[in-house]
């Protein structure tokens, strides 16, 4: 029997409603002694690629854990719930993709279950707030021991909805990207990994073309935010070891309408 001492949580449930206290409530309630932290809450709503990367991005850092993650518009149809073991860590939450990212990046799942085990969830189960009445209090109960396989009914790994990864290529003179997700501070994550940057040339001190649906724009390839003028744009590794683009002091997603999916060519001088 493994116990988890730790327990995340991420939503796109906001803050102005005691949706996230209430999940708190009941996990609580069934695992007193396990510590829940609130990874965000402020995922934009219904965004699904944004959790799963935030979620991705934060779990590395947590010791042994169950993960519950809800963006959920599915929510009440005939999508599955599902719980999925993945490294050293558990996986609970709507089967639409979200969990798909970080359990990839935990090394690929290794056990999953549907979560048709009705006596674990509250007696009352709201057809729009199973984050509440299904994944809390399943993920609670896993957090305190109980086995995966109590869960529900097992079912093949290969069949979990996987978010298609976003691609790249580097190029004879650069690279060939796509926007993968925006942070609070508008600046913009590509698909090229940092460790294949230097192949790519992009490396400090390089001048960098970007180029995407028609527009270009021309910025140095730096270290830090610091080595550029405020309101000056920049290309960087960022702190997951990604390519990115910032604007220093500034938002450089709305500043060149850069959003997820979009397409883009580095191509340096």
Known sequence: MTRFQCLTF?????????????????????????????????????????GAVVLAQAVPYFPPAV????????????????????????????DNGLLSVAVAGAGGATHAVSLTNRALWRDTTAATFHGRDIF??????????????????PVEVGSLVTLPQAGYLVTEDGAEAEVVTVDGFGNVQLSLPGADAPRAGL???????????????????RTTFAEVAPGEPLCYRDSGDWVAVAVAGGDAARRFGLRPGTKITLTVA
């Open 10 to 50: 991420l939503t796109d449930y906001g803050l102005a409603d005691p949706f996230v206290a209430v999940c708190h409530a009941v996990a609580f309630q069934i695992a007193s002694d396990v510590q829940i932290t609130d990874i965000t809450h402020l995922i934009p709503l219904g965004d699904i690629r944004r």
């Open 67 to 94: 993960h519950v993650a809800v963006v959920d518009p599915g929510v009440g149809t005939a999508r599955r719930g599902v719980a999925v073991a993945a490294g050293d860590a558990l996986f609970v939450g709507p």
């Open 136 to 153: 809390m209090p399943v993920a609670a109960r896993l957090a305190a021991g109980m086995p995966l396989d109590e869960a529900g009914e």
């Open 203 to 221: 490396v400090p001190g390089a001048e960098v073309t970007l180029a995407w649906g028609g527009q270009t724009t021309v910025l140095p390839f």
